[in-house]
């Protein structure tokens, strides 16, 4: 793929971002025509502006002014005072032609040609021009690809994000052909979830404001909920929710029951976490039919085929967690299922870990196997032992990471209404069993305040608010596959609000992710998060009433009064993030540049645009170096790239174990859910590297980890390296 550089901001967003530029800058991160910005003053009767998308939006002559200013600097103009003498002229026109009505984006831009030129100033007009007609083959060529002919219908979204859409969100007729557009998918969206206003007795003008306030937060990219909600909201299957948990009861009906459930969650694009612990080891006696059970290990492979075939042919893969408990007589064959990487391709498989287990590792003791049937200790086994073949086995193939049970219940709020078993299928929801889930992520990208150095914190709230509005929306619109789900989930009424776009942030704000600051920032944002969301979650409790299974809660305890028993989860956002154009979820950048599986079979390269328009404004891109990255995926042994810039841009293996988990540590003080991150180690990490990050996950208080070694599976989903496996 190749990637444009943008040489100017304007059009109110319809645009890319301003370029870095980095001489005499304190933060090379941030645009100096930013930061030496002095806005001018100017009254003016234009007080909106319309986007091609037909969104109206606040006037601001500071796009001008910027356009401008980058077109003549484009041509080595430097004169910033005559770029904004030149503004307020095009505002003096836009007043006298528009006069009695909004201006659109268009008629600015052929305002500032014709000022531009009029003045005299020929070479900028021929560089604005030329950036115009970039700018309208860059929107044919998205419409080719959808096949809309209204390029606007596309909003934000990149050419990834168009293919991605085309092929998996966006509605098709019986013949395959698709027949909506990227907006119009949004709407459909923002309608059907605005509708779960009326049952609160709501006016049908605060309803359709309620629509607007959905659309808008999608449009601009600042939220996304989990995939199911945009494929199926509004439409006859609505299931809405990504995540379920189902119980395996060691019957054949509760065994082959969840298994059928399962099949139906599947087909309509969500995943489901199962605990297999309350299996019977194999060879125990059954009854029955005086023969021996087969053990959770071989119900795994069942389901595993099962759903297989449902992936087959469904909307998306649906992904599953399967857990045991450490303490199970089966736990080594449970360990090992992956161990010869060609089986339980559609399974994440995690150990439920117990305080205890733990402090007989570190003192090196044996611990006590459970027999689930009848409840009683059956045998031991060295704890080190075990500890050993759960990292072995998650060296060679990433599996099975662990979750930290007794942390899990400790800190739910719910612990009157039982005990939590496993969690959804990539572990940032524990939850309990026949409950599900709704997620959403907020892209932090859109948020950074470069006069600040900062972020917009005003407007972050704002959407935090918007999106706990929309969340509990979607469980009330929400079709469920069983009563028993339904009954559960909206007991508890629990949705994850995460984050994307951390990792860009961090760059754009010039923090180093694996730092103090890094930490400090994200502790910041999560808390700030944490914060709005249960105040949100508070004021929709006084107006629609506390969650049925408030009372007894942790909330009640504390005098909360709450609509949501959770409100955090930081989710991977894989498919997500892209549309969103942003980093995945809280992880530091994979690779600078890296090959990503998306949608089973189809890869695309990326190419940090960040890190481009850095290496091309401080005089150091050359094909040559970006060929080295692609090789090797980080910048730290390039010695031609500048040292401060190869500070900002660390990927996940050059991260340390150790900073990974303060990382994840850190956010999870304020994530009441749990958090979906991976440790990517190198392909010369040692197994003893994998033992110290479960270690210091498990002192850290996270809720669960998972660990990935370069190369240690086949069929990765983001390969460093051009056409390496």
């Known amino acids: 793929m190749v990637l444009f550089p943008c040489l100017w901001r304007f059009a109110y967003y319809d645009l890319s971002p301003a370029p870095f530029c980095y001489l005499n800058n304190p933060n090379p991160f941030i645009s100096p025509f930013i930061l030496n910005f002095m806005t001018t003053e100017l009254l003016t009767s234009i007080k909106k502006i319309i986007k091609r998308d037909g969104r109206i939006v606040d006037f601001d002559i500071a796009k001008i002014q910027d356009a401008i200013f980058s077109a003549a600097q484009s041509v080595g103009g430097k004169d910033k005072e005559l770029a904004d003498k030149l503004a307020a002229q095009v505002v003096e026109l836009l007043e006298e032609r528009s006069a009695h009505s909004t201006p659109t984006v268009d008629i600015v831009q052929d305002l500032v040609e014709k000022t531009l030129i009029e003045q005299g100033h020929a070479q900028t007009a021929k560089a604005f021009i030329l950036y115009r007609h970039k700018k309208d083959q860059d929107q044919e060529r998205r419409v080719l690809i959808t096949?809309?002919?209204?390029?606007?219908?596309?909003?934000?979204?990149?050419?990834?994000?168009?293919k991605i859409l085309e092929r998996r969100y966006l509605l098709k007729n019986q013949e395959g052909s698709?027949?909506?557009?990227?907006?119009?998918?949004?709407?459909?969206?923002?309608?059907?979830?605005?509708?779960?206003?009326?049952?609160?007795?709501?006016s049908k003008e605060e309803v359709k404001e309620s629509e607007e306030q959905f659309y808008t937060l999608m449009a601009e990219l600042k939220f996304l909920p989990n995939s199911p909600t945009l494929m199926n909201a509004g439409t006859t299957t609505q299931q809405l929710g990504s995540c379920f948990v189902l119980?395996?009861?060691?019957?054949?009906?509760?065994?082959?029951?969840?298994?059928?459930?399962?099949?139906?969650?599947?087909?309509?694009?969500?995943?489901?976490?199962?605990s297999f612990s309350r299996l019977r080891r194999k060879g125990d006696f059954v009854k029955a039919n005086a023969g021996v059970a087969a053990g959770p290990v071989a119900f795994l492979k069942v389901y595993d085929k099962a759903l297989e075939a449902i992936k087959q042919g469904g909307i998306r893969p649906g992904a599953n967690m399967a857990v045991l408990n450490v303490d199970h007589p089966d736990i080594i064959r449970f360990i090992e299922a992956k161990g010869n990487k060609t089986g339980l391709k559609n399974f994440n498989l995690s150990v439920a870990i117990t305080e205890r287990f733990m402090k007989a590792v570190e003192a090196d003791r044996d611990f006590y196997i459970t027999d689930p049937r009848s409840g009683k200790f059956c045998g031991k086994l060295r704890a080190r032992d075990v500890f050993a073949i759960i990292t072995l086995n998650a060296w060679k193939s990433g599996d099975p990471g662990l979750i930290f049970i007794d942390e899990i219940n400790r800190k739910h709020p719910a612990k009157h209404l039982g005990e939590i078993e496993t969690t959804n299928q990539c572990g940032e929801a524990p939850l309990l069993p026949y409950e599900g889930i709704v997620l959403g992520s907020i892209n932090l990208n859109k948020f950074i305040n470069p006069e600040e150095s900062d972020l917009k914190w005003e407007e972050l709230k704002e959407t935090v608010r918007t999106a706990v509005h929309f969340l509990d929306n979607v469980i009330d619109m929400n079709s469920y596959p069983i009563k028993e789900i339904e009954t559960q989930t909206k007991k508890t009424r629990k949705f994850g609000l995460g984050v994307m776009g951390f990792a860009d942030m961090l760059v754009k704000l010039g923090i180093k992710y694996d730092s103090d600051q890094g930490l400090e920032m994200g502790e910041k944002i999560l808390s700030f998060i944490e914060e709005n969301a249960y105040q949100m979650s508070s004021e929709l409790a006084k107006t629609r009433g506390v969650c049925p299974g408030w009372e007894g809660s942790e909330h009640q305890k504390m005098g909360r009064k709450i609509r949501n028993m959770t409100c955090l989860s930081i989710s991977p956002t894989g498919t997500i993030s892209i549309l969103a154009n942003a980093s995945s979820g809280c992880e530091p950048f994979f690779a600078i540049s890296y090959q990503k599986t998306v949608l089973g079979d189809t890869e695309f390269v990326y190419l940090n645009k960040d890190f481009e328009k850095v290496a091309k404004e401080r005089g150091f891109y050359s094909p040559g170096m970006i060929r080295k990255i692609v090789q090797t995926g980080s910048l730290q042994e390039l010695k031609e790239i500048p040292k401060?810039?190869?500070?900002?841009?660390?990927?996940?293996?050059?991260?340390?174990?150790?900073?990974?988990?303060?990382?994840q540590s850190t956010l999870q003080k304020h994530v009441d859910n749990s958090i979906s991150k991976t440790i990517n180690f190198p392909r010369t990490a040692s197994i003893k590297d994998v033992e110290d990050a479960y270690l210091l996950a498990w002192k850290g208080k996270c809720k669960g980890i998972t660990i990935y070694r370069d190369g240690s599976y086949e069929d990765q989903v983001v390969t460093i390296g051009e056409g390496q496996d």
């Not at 998918?185 to 206003?197: F, G, K, P, S, T």
């Open 147 to 162: 096949g809309m002919r209204d390029a606007d219908e596309n909003l934000q979204f990149s050419d990834q994000a168009l």
């Open 178 to 202: 698709v027949i909506e557009t990227p907006k119009g998918m949004l709407r459909r969206v923002a309608h059907n979830i605005a509708q779960a206003d009326k049952f609160y007795k709501t």
């Open 247 to 274: 119980p395996v009861e060691d019957t054949m009906e509760g065994i082959f029951g969840s298994l059928k459930y399962a099949a139906l969650i599947h087909q309509r694009g969500s995943g489901t976490g199962f």
């Open 644 to 663: 401060d810039v190869r500070e900002i841009f660390v990927t996940a293996q050059d991260i340390s174990p150790e900073w990974h988990i303060k990382m």
